[in-house]
């Protein structure tokens, strides 16, 4: 698999592929959420924007998408426009990261922290 170079402000975003462009099963055994919308990777309309995309990008690495935040969750995952209550909530957890789309790529690209 190849990949997906997505035209966006500033610059195509480049979504990361496991073994490709990223160290494969970086995300395993972490939950996500999204919030906000991610016009840089594109795909769906609306409140869905790009969201699609993103699922599929963690997915790829090993990770799992939720719908809200909870003590389960990991990282919250923040786009444009997000929703304040997710923030609010993850922000309550220290164990709760919060991380752009950008930052997620940083991450595949250097692969699991090792304890």
Known sequence: SRAVAVAAPGGAFIVPRPGASGVADTCAGKTFVMTGIFPEVGGGAGLNLGKDRVRAMIESFGGRV??????????????????????????????IALMTIHDLKMGYRAGPKTA
């Open 66 to 95: 939720t719908g809200s935040v909870s003590g389960k969750t990991d990282v919250l995952v923040v786009g444009k426009d997000p929703g304040m209550s997710k923030v609010t909530k993850a922000r309550a957890n220290p164990k």
